[in-house]
């Protein structure tokens, strides 16, 4: 499918800047009022994912949205809850996972997360068709969009057909190349925020699992990389940081997706190099659209200052009401 045009979108001033584009709805954003239902679904490994479900008024439900959160974010960070507050008002009940260990609760085993994981989608996928919905579609955000664009061609056949739309943001679809830009001075701070955050979690899971994770070093461990090379790849069968990149980039897996899928990027994000841009990948598929907005930072693309929804959760509503018409 080729390139989408560019998508009518600009935003109030001044967030004609990336950077502020990303930091302002993270701080100053309200929390969108809605009322989850968290629930829990046991894992084939006896682990556990927890998932908030937001229930439409309209009955009935158009069908099940999956929203899978970014890196370090939680089913309650600002962005999903927004997802979860415009699809809800229009008719679909929204389920929006956590990724192990990211719901409060340490969970049972040595792994947590990571952005090639699909195993634990395609879990609330066949569970979610298991309590009766004829229809999902996927919304992913950064690490949970390429979760989802690898979910969706690593293995087509495995989608249950069920599965009829995704919409994902923001996406790093080449890992290394993301890392490396993540690395340059410009992003310190948030490279300081996650950091801070994965830190936390090795620590955590050193005080269980003292026989599998050592913190020697972690302390001085402020970038990506080495932090992927020591837990996040032998915690997850890789042989180092740069074969979980390698084996998880989502761009690799975009030529095998079927259902309809639109990826958006903004071209001011800081944290996307250009390689994260999949416009021959886009052009050759049938399934994947790719759209490049001007403005939208990372994760940001904020609304009107009196519109409730961000401009995100209304191309998601328009796109996957379009794909589902009827």
Not at 34 to 59: L, N
Not at 136 to 159: C, H, W
Not at 169 to 190: E, H
Not at 197 to 216: Q, S
């Amino acid at each position: 499918m080729p390139v989408q045009p560019v998508p009518v979108y600009r935003p109030p001033f001044p967030f004609t800047s990336g950077h502020l584009q990303t930091i302002y709805p993270t701080l100053f954003r309200r929390t969108p009022l809605t009322s989850p239902s968290q629930k829990r679904i046991e894992t084939p490994d006896c682990d556990f994912i927890d998932v908030d479900y937001h229930y439409s008024p309209a009955k009935p439900c158009r069908g099940l949205a999956i929203v899978s959160h970014g890196l370090e974010g939680h089913s309650r960070k600002k962005y999903p809850l927004g997802m979860a507050r415009c699809l809800s008002s229009h008719g679909w009940d929204v389920a929006c996972l956590n990724f192990r260990c990211c719901s409060g609760e340490p969970n049972r085993l040595p792994r947590f997360y990571h952005s090639g994981v699909t195993d634990d989608l395609h879990l609330v996928v066949t569970h979610s068709l298991s309590k009766g919905y004829g229809r999902v579609v996927l919304i992913g955000f950064s690490m949970g969009g390429n979760q989802t664009l690898k979910y969706l061609g690593e293995a087509p056949d495995l989608v249950p057909p069920e599965v009829t739309a995704a919409v994902v943001f923001s996406v790093p679809c080449r890992l290394g190349d993301a890392v490396a830009v993540m690395d340059k001075i410009g992003n310190r701070p948030y490279m300081h925020y996650f950091m801070k955050g994965l830190r936390a979690k090795i620590r955590e899971k050193a005080i269980r699992f003292p026989d599998v994770i050592d913190t020697e070093g972690l302390d001085q461990m402020i970038s990506f990389e080495p932090f992927d090379d020591k837990y996040t790849a032998p915690l997850h069968g890789f042989k180092d940081a740069a074969d979980y990149y390698q084996r998880c980039s989502s761009a690799q897996f975009i030529d095998s997706i079927r259902i309809p899928t639109l990826l958006v990027q903004s071209q001011d994000d800081p944290f996307l190099p250009s390689s994260c841009y999949p416009v021959a990948e886009a052009e050759r598929s049938s399934s994947f659209f790719l759209e490049i907005s001007e403005f939208g930072g990372h994760v940001g693309f904020m609304g009107g200052w009196l519109q409730r929804d961000y401009w995100s959760e209304r191309r998601a509503l328009s796109f996957i009401e379009e794909i589902n018409q009827g």
